[in-house]
């Protein structure tokens, strides 16, 4: 994308958009909506959106649904949400393939440690305890944008451990072997 001293006056982020789209495949504007179906949504929607016709966007969100990224929640219209569970998978799977152990670690000693500033910040054990108004009315809105800060670095460290644990598993069939003998020789 173009920085916005370089923009031409008639230029716009929406006219930018619309002209990329333009040039991709009904594919492609189909799975760019995928990422955002986060409320259902049906067919139609979806096919007004990405500019297809009904039996186009049916076709590819069936395609995705069997990839386990979608889940169809009607029939009669047919909607469509993305899967959760997918997107939990793909963050953490991402994490595991792009980081090294030590960084992974790392990571998470960062977040742990942002962790408890915001615990001592908002005076709680946890985003759920943690009081909006604790600083008065005025300071509400600035509480809770901590707050969600807050959950948002818990929600990564899930996500940075549930990593660390696969990244820590995935040995060799052998080494994995030799580990389950060693574990039964040490509970004999």
Do not use: C
Request: proline letters at 3%.
């Amino acid at each position: 994308m173009t920085k916005e001293s370089e923009r031409s006056p008639d230029s716009s982020p929406v006219k930018e958009y619309s002209a990329n789209r333009e040039n991709r495949s009904a594919l492609e504007r189909v799975s760019l909506l995928v990422p955002n179906l986060n409320e259902e949504a049906s067919v139609a929607e979806i096919a007004e959106d990405a500019d297809v016709s009904k039996e186009t966007a049916r076709k590819y969100l069936k395609h995705f649904e069997n990839w386990n990224v979608l889940v169809q929640t009607g029939t009669n219209p047919e909607t469509f949400v993305r899967n959760e569970s997918y997107f939990d998978w793909l963050r953490i799977d991402t994490l595991r393939q792009e980081q090294s152990v030590d960084e992974l670690q790392e990571t998470l000693s960062e977040l742990a440690a942002e962790d408890e500033r915001l615990a001592e910040e908002l005076e709680a054990e946890s985003p759920a305890t943690a009081s909006m108004l604790g600083n008065g009315y005025e300071a509400a809105g600035e509480r809770a944008e901590k707050v969600r800060e807050w959950q948002s670095v818990r929600d990564r460290m899930d996500d940075v451990m549930a990593a660390l644990r696969e990244k820590l598993d995935l040995t060799s069939d052998a080494t994995r072997e030799e580990s389950a003998i060693d574990r039964l020789r040490i509970s004999e």
